[in-house]
């Protein structure tokens, strides 16, 4: 069961592509338009910073009125994202409104990346290093990036 | 053979164990009379040998204690032995043939019936019997016969040469497309059942080709219903399979196309192995079904499910139906429209039209109202400043004008971007130089609910 393309969808994958957001893409399949894939740039200054990270990104069927979904698929060493790709976000959750959009949605998943935080996390193991040994954390971070978000 | 002994036949009693030669004495027993006797041809089936053939007196003694599988003698071996499954050759059909032996012992009571081991023949017996059965039912009906001609002819000689009476004694779960063959006398019997199964004539029986791809076949019946109970023998399995509550709700698998979904719908219908399994732990935990997990995936399964389940956790209920109702609408002037003379909604994000009628809430944001209307049936906050529109907000949170800013995070002070985290923004601006110039950037994109322009619709119109 699959509700009717709602214009709006129509629209933001149109606003996606004329007017790019810098460090962003989201595409979407062609056989399902509710599926994109997106790429994130990890922001400049991070411990991200260099790499692209790949997400994937599902409209569900009363979006806007429920969130969209959003996994990482490329591996990171951030304490708010897990193993799984699963991302702590409060606009991904409880604080979704429907005047938030994928432009908006991804744009706070990269301000997330910017500024991670412990204190709030879904990888216990990560933000625990991240509180007490920050340095070794960041670079593990950038370890990672290296490793999984660069192009080789 | 080279003997004497060779060419005269030499003769056993299976009453009193005791030897003679035919010449001397005949067929009949000299000592006891009995005419339960053998003539012994070649050692490899010399009923001496073989411990099932034992004296009335030693009878309390398990058949096999002496057993020794190993042992050249034992006449049963080569059955035992035989079992083997040839996969059909690519061409044919999925499938094969697998040949087996099953061997069963069974004493007699003294009316010469058979005893079922564990002794309760009519309450269902026990475990063994049930396995027992429930074996014979699942292989039964696919049973040929080719391997019990081929046994019957090497028992034939046996048989002939116990003149005294390999009596037939009918078991329960007999069944008459296997083969059988029933060997007693005074204080023992044995049972014996051969039987070949064709996997390519069986209905649910399937043995695996390598060599394709086959359909997942259900598991048979009986062996669920038999594992069903086994589980009840041990007292702690009440409830049909079928009829007990299903794991994780398959709604995690609802995600939709290609590799998205978080987690893995559960598989298959009842009778499934894992399903067993899991009325298995069940049984043996006594919790609920679904209490425990077994796998780092159904662990995630279940993080994942939880999260997606709490993700309106925190946010306010919906607005009341009358709430939603009595919010004003109004005509949309020329001061609702930006710069380039555009507005939409920003929850459809429909370009509006001047004089267009819209719902306003109390601070002041308007939108369709169908839109918003959807919207505060699910969560009571203003889908840009999250300000309820019911008046007295219960939380003690400050009601902000419109005019003020559309904080995300009242606590934090910071700059209303979505996504933050409260305690997040300033130590990861301390630490990381280039955070600014995102988050101004999600300003920018977010366009913000409103302004001294008083542009409610906000985000989207202006960028």
Same mark, same amino acid.
């Given at each position: 069961m699959s509700a009717p393309l709602p214009k709006r969808i129509i629209k933001e994958t149109e606003r996606l592509q004329s007017e790019p957001v810098p460090g962003i893409s989201a595409i979407p399949h062609e056989?399902?338009?509710?599926?994109f894939d997106v790429k994130v740039e990890g922001p400049?200054?991070?411990?991200?910073?260099?790499g692209v990270f790949d997400l994937e990104l599902f409209l569900p069927d009363d979006y806007p009125m429920c969130p969209p979904r959003i996994r990482f698929l490329t591996r990171i060493y951030h304490p708010n994202i897990d193993r799984l790709g699963r991302i702590c976000l409060d606009v991904l959750k409880?604080?979704?409104?429907?005047? !938030?959009q994928i432009r908006t949605i991804l744009l706070s998943i990269q301000a997330l990346l910017g500024a991670p935080n412990p204190?709030?996390? !879904?990888n216990e193991a990560v933000a625990k290093q991240w509180k007490e040994n920050q340095a070794e954390a960041i670079k593990t971070a950038r370890e990672w990036t290296q490793q999984y978000a660069m192009k080789k | 053979m080279a003997d004497a002994s060779a060419s005269r036949e030499l003769v056993f009693c299976h009453s009193c164990e005791n030897e003679w030669y035919r010449s001397e004495h005949?067929?009949?027993? /000299?000592?006891?009379?009995?005419? +339960?006797?053998?003539?012994?041809?070649?050692p490899a089936s010399d009923p001496r040998l073989d411990p099932t053939h034992l004296p009335p007196d030693s009878q309390p003694q398990h058949p096999l204690q002496d057993h020794n599988p190993w042992e050249a003698a034992d006449p049963e071996e080569e059955d035992i032995g035989g079992f083997r499954f040839e996969r059909n050759a690519?061409?044919?059909?999925v499938g094969g043939t697998y040949r087996t032996t099953i061997n069963r012992t069974v004493t007699l009571d003294a009316q010469g019936r058979p005893v079922i081991e564990g002794g309760e023949e009519g309450g269902g017996g026990g475990i063994m019997s049930l396995i027992g059965g429930a074996l014979q039912g699942v292989i039964g009906p696919a049973v040929q016969q080719l391997l019990a001609q081929h046994q019957q002819q090497q028992n034939q000689q046996q048989r002939a040469l116990m003149p005294g009476s390999p009596q037939?004694?009918?078991?329960?779960?007999?069944?008459?497309s296997g083969f059988t063959h029933n060997i007693s006398g005074p204080g023992y019997s044995i049972h014996v059942t051969s039987s070949s199964i064709r996997g390519s004539t069986s209905p649910s029986l399937h043995p695996r080709d390598a060599n394709a791809p086959q359909p997942l076949n259900p598991q048979p019946d009986h062996l669920q219903e038999m594992m069903r109970q086994m589980f009840m023998n041990i007292g702690g399995y009440p409830a049909l399979p079928g009829q007990e509550q299903r794991g +994780?709700?398959?709604?995690?698998?609802?995600?939709?196309?290609?590799? +998205?979904?978080f987690g893995n719908a559960p =598989?298959? &219908?009842? &009778?499934t192995p894992q399903d067993l399994f899991q009325q298995m732990m069940q049984a043996a935990t006594? &919790? $609920? @079904?679904?209490?425990?997990?077994?796998?780092q995936e159904s662990l995630d399964r279940i993080v994942t499910q939880l999260m997606e389940q709490h993700s309106t956790g925190n946010a306010p209920g919906p607005a009341s139906q009358n709430a939603i109702k009595s919010l004003p609408t109004r005509a949309l002037t020329?001061?609702?429209?930006g710069h380039d003379g555009k507005a939409d909604c920003?929850?459809?994000?429909s370009e509006v039209e001047l004089g267009e009628r819209v719902t306003e809430l109390p601070c002041g944001h308007w939108f369709h109202g169908e839109c918003v209307g959807a919207w505060l049936r699910q969560t009571?906050?203003? =889908? @840009?400043?999250?300000? &309820?529109?019911?008046?007295?907000d219960g939380d003690g949170?400050?009601?902000? $004008? /419109? @005019?003020?800013? =559309?904080?995300?995070?009242?606590?934090?002070?910071?700059? =209303?971007?979505?996504?933050?985290?409260p305690s997040a923004a300033p130590s990861g601006s301390a630490r990381s130089g280039g955070v600014g110039g995102v988050f101004s950037s999600m300003r920018n994109a977010f366009?913000?609910?409103?302004?001294n322009n008083d542009n409610g619709s906000g985000s989207g119109s202006r960028s």
């Amino acid at each position: 069961m699959s509700a009717p393309l709602p214009k709006r969808i129509i629209k933001e994958t149109e606003r996606l592509q004329s007017e790019p957001v810098p460090g962003i893409s989201a595409i979407p399949h062609e056989e399902n338009v509710r599926y994109f894939d997106v790429k994130v740039e990890g922001p400049g200054g991070s411990c991200y910073e260099g790499g692209v990270f790949d997400l994937e990104l599902f409209l569900p069927d009363d979006y806007p009125m429920c969130p969209p979904r959003i996994r990482f698929l490329t591996r990171i060493y951030h304490p708010n994202i897990d193993r799984l790709g699963r991302i702590c976000l409060d606009v991904l959750k409880n604080n979704w409104s429907p005047a !938030l959009q994928i432009r908006t949605i991804l744009l706070s998943i990269q301000a997330l990346l910017g500024a991670p935080n412990p204190e709030d996390p !879904l990888n216990e193991a990560v933000a625990k290093q991240w509180k007490e040994n920050q340095a070794e954390a960041i670079k593990t971070a950038r370890e990672w990036t290296q490793q999984y978000a660069m192009k080789k | 053979m080279a003997d004497a002994s060779a060419s005269r036949e030499l003769v056993f009693c299976h009453s009193c164990e005791n030897e003679w030669y035919r010449s001397e004495h005949g067929l009949v027993c /000299p000592e006891c009379q009995s005419d +339960f006797t053998e003539i012994i041809e070649q050692p490899a089936s010399d009923p001496r040998l073989d411990p099932t053939h034992l004296p009335p007196d030693s009878q309390p003694q398990h058949p096999l204690q002496d057993h020794n599988p190993w042992e050249a003698a034992d006449p049963e071996e080569e059955d035992i032995g035989g079992f083997r499954f040839e996969r059909n050759a690519p061409g044919q059909p999925v499938g094969g043939t697998y040949r087996t032996t099953i061997n069963r012992t069974v004493t007699l009571d003294a009316q010469g019936r058979p005893v079922i081991e564990g002794g309760e023949e009519g309450g269902g017996g026990g475990i063994m019997s049930l396995i027992g059965g429930a074996l014979q039912g699942v292989i039964g009906p696919a049973v040929q016969q080719l391997l019990a001609q081929h046994q019957q002819q090497q028992n034939q000689q046996q048989r002939a040469l116990m003149p005294g009476s390999p009596q037939q004694a009918n078991q329960q779960g007999n069944n008459a497309s296997g083969f059988t063959h029933n060997i007693s006398g005074p204080g023992y019997s044995i049972h014996v059942t051969s039987s070949s199964i064709r996997g390519s004539t069986s209905p649910s029986l399937h043995p695996r080709d390598a060599n394709a791809p086959q359909p997942l076949n259900p598991q048979p019946d009986h062996l669920q219903e038999m594992m069903r109970q086994m589980f009840m023998n041990i007292g702690g399995y009440p409830a049909l399979p079928g009829q007990e509550q299903r794991g +994780f709700p398959s709604q995690m698998g609802q995600m939709g196309p290609g590799g +998205f979904m978080f987690g893995n719908a559960p =598989p298959g &219908g009842p &009778g499934t192995p894992q399903d067993l399994f899991q009325q298995m732990m069940q049984a043996a935990t006594g &919790g $609920a @079904h679904g209490d425990a997990v077994y796998s780092q995936e159904s662990l995630d399964r279940i993080v994942t499910q939880l999260m997606e389940q709490h993700s309106t956790g925190n946010a306010p209920g919906p607005a009341s139906q009358n709430a939603i109702k009595s919010l004003p609408t109004r005509a949309l002037t020329e001061a609702d429209f930006g710069h380039d003379g555009k507005a939409d909604c920003s929850i459809c994000m429909s370009e509006v039209e001047l004089g267009e009628r819209v719902t306003e809430l109390p601070c002041g944001h308007w939108f369709h109202g169908e839109c918003v209307g959807a919207w505060l049936r699910q969560t009571d906050t203003c =889908p @840009h400043c999250r300000r &309820g529109i019911v008046a007295s907000d219960g939380d003690g949170n400050e009601v902000r $004008a /419109p @005019h003020e800013t =559309p904080a995300v995070d009242v606590s934090t002070g910071t700059q =209303p971007m979505p996504g933050q985290f409260p305690s997040a923004a300033p130590s990861g601006s301390a630490r990381s130089g280039g955070v600014g110039g995102v988050f101004s950037s999600m300003r920018n994109a977010f366009g913000g609910g409103s302004n001294n322009n008083d542009n409610g619709s906000g985000s989207g119109s202006r960028s």
